[in-house]
């Protein structure tokens, strides 16, 4: 394994430590109490040291874990292996809308999030949730592209997919709603239909 792959790995196992300490954190939320980083963690059955390194406060768990229940509302179509391209990058499209348009309807709390991370008064760590949506997206070209360039296209397209997205099309650039999706969208489909062509992928590789 490569140390790319490697580290891509890691990536995937801090994200699934973290899905499951937002688990707990919603399940004894929704019971009524306002557990500590502690009861989750015990919850979850992950170590309160681990834990500690994902959320050093409570309400900073709390937070992430109503957001990361509104990104269950991301579903991802199936795409048979082997597909065409042409399929895979209808099917990124569809997604990298859908978060968009997430990202777009609750801006107020990512904004709260992205700043929380960017202030140094929080030793929160981000999510990686669109790491795996993308994955799964992108699943059917990976047999097809070497390792390294599947593995950066993930990398590249998850610049534009969250908060950050859009604090630069509607911040800096000063970009409308509509206007704003419309670039994510084109930035997408350029980025994957470049990689494509350079690699020369086609629906029988």
């Known amino acids: 394994m490569s140390s790319q792959e ?3 790995e890691r990536i995937n196992q801090k994200r699934r430590t973290r899905a499951e300490l937002l688990r707990a954190a919603r399940e ?3 019971r009524g109490g306002q557990p500590s980083v502690a009861e989750v963690a015990d919850h979850a059955g992950i170590s ?6 994902y959320f050093s406060a409570p309400e900073e768990m709390i937070r992430e874990a109503v957001l990361d229940a509104v990104a269950t509302s991301i579903r991802i179509e199936p795409v048979a292996p082997g597909a065409d391209p042409q399929a895979v990058g209808d099917q990124l499209k569809v997604l990298i809308g859908r978060i968009f348009d997430m990202v777009s309807e609750n801006e107020p709390m990512f904004r709260a999030l992205l700043a929380s991370t960017v202030t140094g008064d929080s030793k929160v760590k981000r999510g990686a949730r669109r790491i795996g949506w993308l994955t799964e997206a992108l699943e059917p070209l990976r047999s097809r592209l070497p ?3 599947f593995q950066r296209l993930i990398y590249g397209l998850s610049l534009l997919t969250g908060i950050e997205t859009l604090v630069v099309l509607r911040d ?5 709603a509509q206007e704003a999706r419309d670039t994510t969208l084109w930035a997408a489909k350029t980025m994957l239909a470049g990689l ?7 629906a029988d590789t």
């Open 172 to 176: 800096v650039c000063g970009l409308d």
């Open 6 to 8: 490697k580290s891509f």
């Open 48 to 53: 309160r040291a681990t834990a500690y390194r």
């Open 147 to 149: 390792a390294e360039d």
């Open 28 to 30: 004894l939320t929704e």
């Open 196 to 202: 494509i062509t350079a690699k020369g992928v086609s």
